[in-house]
């Protein structure tokens, strides 16, 4: 079955950075495109980011464009999110998901993980 599994969030510090991850099992990783998604709290969940499958594309929401960078290892089955310049409003539960080709759009919603909390104090 499905597991996603996102690590490496924490505390930090507007301007600072974190770099998060997402181990994938049960799916074969390198046929699917993969996304980051984040939830702040009383607000809908939001997507964050998108890489195909090869990682040679990516798609980013106008929010965290510039700022937030989303990278793949195929021979690790790992989705990463490297977050710089990081603001308060960032602060959310951020989890990582298969995402349908060319959309921003999860392809299961059972596959959600437990995510993974940042927080960004001002």
């Known amino acids: 079955q499905v597991q996603l599994v996102e690590s490496g969030g924490g505390l930090a510090q507007a301007g600072g950075s974190l770099r998060l991850s997402c181990a994938a099992s049960?799916?074969?990783?390198?046929?699917?495109?993969m996304g980051w998604f984040r939830q702040a709290p009383g607000k809908e969940r939001e997507f964050v980011a998108r890489?195909?499958?090869?990682?040679?594309?990516?798609y980013y929401a106008d929010s965290v464009k510039g700022r937030f960078t989303i990278s793949r290892n195929n021979a690790k089955n790992t989705v990463y999110l490297q977050m710089n310049s990081l603001e308060p409003q960032d602060t959310a539960v951020y989890y990582c998901?298969?995402?349908?080709?060319?959309?921003?759009?999860?392809?299961?919603?059972?596959?959600w993980g437990q995510g993974t909390q940042v927080t960004v104090n001002s």
């Open positions: 998901q298969r995402v349908v080709v060319g959309t921003t759009s999860v392809i299961s919603q059972a596959d």
């Open positions: 049960g799916f074969t990783f390198s046929s699917y495109f």
């Open positions: 890489i195909n499958w090869s990682g040679g594309a990516t």
